[in-house]
T-cell receptor, first 109, second 115 residues
Framework: AQRVTQPEKLLSVFKGAPVELKCNYSYSGSPELFWYVQYSRQRLQLLLR??SRESIKGFTADLNKGETSFHLKKPFAQEEDSAMYYC???????????FGTGTSLTVIP | DGGITQSPKYLFRKEGQNVTLSCEQN?????MYWYRQDPGQGLRLIYYSQIVNDFQKGDIAEGYSVSREKKESFPLTVTSAQKNPTAFYLCASSRRDGSSYNEQFFGPGTRLTVL
């Protein structure tokens, strides 16, 4: 069963516009949610995790247990934000991580 | 970058041959993971290991095998039984913090092509 769903494969926004990358999950327990990012020619790396409740590079994500969502948001997109973004879920014990299919974000100058 | 390394970067294999992908980490992480990344399918877990000499199957383990004889190393063997082995393979590791595992650190990946 698909535990993490990212409905948008591709997303394009203009520089300075708000951006929201959607992530919905399916899990009955208390998961940990993450956003990972892969810039061109770089390794996949952690962007943020819901437990930290921090803003990284202007991005934030709020865990909404009622809607089982963990959307990634940024009020003003920058060109350097263009990358592949993956939403990921870890079970309570962290034994396994489940990744979504990813969203490719392009910020148009 | 250091930390977690994978070799080789590119690998070519003839059909019917087994091939082993290397993954090494010097982060003293307990857990290590192997993923397969295909276009439009994201990352899919092949195998993971939480401790030396122990490993578990992920969602797509068929046709693959692993070993974890050392904490630092988690090699993946793609066997001839794997029907569609051409893909990009990512290794990752994470630290255990109490009963849970922290963020995963990824290697640069190995692109395997079966000719």
């Amino acid at each position: 069963a698909q535990r993490v769903t990212q409905p948008e494969k591709l997303l394009s926004v203009f520089k300075g516009a708000p951006v929201e990358l959607k992530c919905n999950y399916s899990y009955s327990g208390s998961p940990e949610l993450f956003w990972y990012v892969q810039y061109s020619r770089q390794r996949l790396q952690l962007l943020l995790r819901h437990i930290s409740r921090e803003s990284i590079k202007g991005f934030t994500a709020d865990l909404n247990k009622g809607e089982t969502s963990f959307h990634l948001k940024k009020p003003f997109a920058q060109e350097e934000d263009s990358a592949m973004y993956y939403c990921a879920l870890s079970e309570g014990t962290g034994n396994q991580f489940y990744f979504g299919t990813g969203t490719s974000l392009t910020v148009i100058p | 970058d250091g930390g977690i390394t994978q070799s080789p970067k590119y690998l070519f294999r003839k059909e019917g041959q087994n091939v082993t992908l290397s993954c090494e980490q010097n982060l003293n992480h307990d857990a290590m993971y192997w993923y397969r990344q295909d276009p439009g399918q994201g990352l899919r877990l092949i195998y993971y290991s939480q401790i030396v000499n122990d490993f578990q199957k992920g969602d797509i383990a068929e046709g693959y095998s692993v070993s974890r004889e050392k904490k630092e190393s988690f090699p993946l063997t793609v066997t001839s039984a794997q029907k569609n082995p051409t893909a990009f393979y990512l290794c990752a590791s994470s630290r255990r913090d109490g009963s849970s595992y922290n963020e995963q650190f990824f290697g640069p990946g190995t692109r395997l092509t079966v000719l």
